[in-house]
Nanobody, 117 residues
Framework: QAQLLESGGGLVQAGGSLTLSCATS????????MSWYRQTPGNERELVAT???????RYADSVKGRFTISSFNGKNTAYLRMNSLKPEDTAVYYC???????????WGQGTQVTVSA
């Protein structure tokens, strides 16, 4: 059974928007760190955005001002809102969370985002 499950990926034109969801069955506290990564073929997974303590956020320079991360905040779903999408945002997007409850790092299986020019 998947413990983190991403959804919301798809095909969108440049300039468009998508919201990715990360649903979890893991015990996550509001202070736990939750992140989104992305990966393209032949490249390493790169950090896109992270949120800690519910509201401390960091973003990759390439997505600042366009993407917004939200944490679980006591709920079982977190989000990544992506605006003004560019073809270079095309990748498989993964969420992960460090659960302080059982001191484990969890990864989802990924969701494909494709941005056409």
């Amino acid at each position: 059974q998947a413990q983190l499950l991403e959804s919301g990926g798809g095909l969108v034109q440049a300039g468009g928007s998508l919201t990715l969801s990360c649903a979890t069955s893991v015990t996550v506290y509001s202070t736990d760190t939750m992140s989104w990564y992305r990966q393209t073929p032949g490249n390493e997974r790169e950090l896109v955005a992270t949120v800690t303590n519910g509201d401390f956020t960091r973003y990759a320079d390439s997505v600042k001002g366009r993407f917004t991360i939200s944490s679980f905040n006591g709920k079982n779903t977190a989000y990544l809102r992506m605006n003004s999408l560019k073809p270079e945002d095309t990748a498989v997007y993964y969420c992960n969370v460090y659960s302080s409850y059982d001191q484990r790092l969890y990864w989802g299986q990924g969701t494909q985002v494709t941005v056409s020019a």
